[in-house]
Structures are given as C-alpha cells and as structure tokens.
T-cell receptor, first 113, second 116 residues
Framework: DQQVKQNSPSLSVQEGRISILNCDYT??????FLWYKKYPAEGPTFLIS?????DKNEDGRFTVFLNKSAKHLSLHIVPSQPGDSAVYFC????????????FGTGTRLQVTL | GAVVSQHPSRVICKSGTSVKIECRSL??????MFWYRQFPKQSLMLMAT?????????EQGVEKDKFLINHASLTLSTLTVTSAHPEDSSFYIC????????????FGQGTRLTVV
C-alpha cells in the first residue's frame, strides 16, 4: 500500500523554466511533508518542508504547495538550473516532525541546457 | 545542515556472512536514528527506529534477528545484517534527528550492500 505516490518517474525541463514535481498521499493522518533531493550513491538532502496548517512555503527558488482537500502537494523550482538534476523524493509524517517518514518513489528531474 | 556519516558506502560480502554498517552524527547528538532500505526503483522504506540506550522498534515485516540495530551512544548507531543472503542486497541508509520534536532528520550517504 503506497501511501505516498509520485506518479511521474521522470521529468525533463529546460534550464530557466519552471519544474513542477507532484506528490499525492492517501493517509489523512499525515501532517508534515518534506521534499528531499538525492544524487546517485548519496543520501537524501533536505530541501523544504511544509506543515499541514499551511498551504504554501517558499525558500529561494523552491516553493512547496499543499492542497489538503486533494491530498496533493507540489514542489516548484524556478528558475530550474542544471545542478537541480537529481531524484526528488516527497516524504510525509504523521507526527508533525521528521519522524518515521513515508517516502514516495521519487521523480528524476533532468534540467537540460 | 547537520552532518551524518555512514560507513561503508559500498560493501560486497559472501552469502552467509554478516555485515555491519555504521551511522554517525558528526556535529550533533542524535537521540533517534532511523534505518531505511531502498530496493531498485522503489521508495525508501523504514526498517526500524532506534533511540539511544533502548531497543530498536522494527517495522512490520522486518526481522529483528536478521537486522540487528545497536544505538549505544548519542552519536553512533549500527545495523548488522546477519547471515546475509542475495535478497538482502539493497541500499541501506540511516537518518538521525537531534530531539523528539525535531522537524528535520539528516541522512547519511547510504550503503550499497551486494551479497554474492
């Protein structure tokens, strides 16, 4: 039972354009969401998070939007840069903290020149 | 962000042997460490949660006698894969957080285990 889903396994975006990565969840107990970036043979690096009491959180080029009624969140990267090419994981927690995270399967983002 | 170091990054072992993976928090005290496993083209799956000085809590379906976790200090947790078999080949990764209410957990770089 995949409680966190990233339905797009890959995404290709041109440099300078916006990248939008999507994530859906099924567990209504999730109240804290995080996005991680992962390069091959490395551990995930934290990007940005959002609590369920908010619907938007912004940090530089990265913005996360949360639609609780649709159980959907998205990560926007603008402008996209070649260094953003990596696998992006959406993760969720039901404790309001970074405890016992449930991860999606990841979306591989390729930013082309 | 805080630094979590995992060692080794890659290990190949023979079937039937045991392998120990270390996870260290280098610049903070980790009250809790988490161990995940990732099979190809799948998501990271939580295996167990360990709190310093107490027994690990394993997720459903994870054999505690096969995956021994020790969290003897606030900066070190180890995962030992005992009597490894080829199906244990996977990417193992730890994460650590400093306090129960911490909003962030920091990940190690992971260990690619191949059992031949």
């Amino acid at each position: 039972d995949q409680q966190v889903k990233q339905n797009s396994p890959s995404l290709s975006v041109q440099e300078g354009r916006i990248s939008i990565l999507n994530c859906d969840y099924t567990n209504s107990m999730f109240d804290y969401f995080l996005w991680y970036k992962k390069y091959p043979a490395e551990g995930p690096t934290f990007l940005i998070s959002i609590s369920s009491i908010k619907d938007k959180n912004e940090d530089g080029r990265f913005t996360v939007f949360l639609n609780k009624s649709a159980k959907h969140l998205s990560l926007h990267i603008v402008p996209s840069q070649p260094g953003d090419s990596a696998v992006y994981f959406c993760a969720a927690s039901a404790s309001g903290t970074a405890s016992k995270l449930t991860f999606g399967t990841g979306t591989r983002l390729q930013v082309t020149l | 962000g805080a630094v979590v170091s995992q060692h080794p990054s890659r290990v190949i072992c023979k079937s039937g042997t045991s392998v120990k993976i270390e996870c260290r928090s280098l610049d903070f005290q980790a009250t809790t460490m988490f161990w995940y496993r990732q099979f190809p083209k799948q998501s990271l799956m939580l295996m167990a949660t360990s709190n310093e000085g107490s027994k690990a809590t394993y997720e459903q379906g994870v054999e505690k006698d096969k995956f021994l976790i020790n969290h003897a200090s606030l900066t070190l947790s180890t995962l030992t894969v005992t009597s490894a078999h080829p199906e244990d080949s996977s990417f193992y990764i730890c994460s650590a957080r400093g306090s129960p209410g911490a909003k962030l957990a920091f990940f190690g770089q992971g260990t690619r285990l191949t059992v031949v």
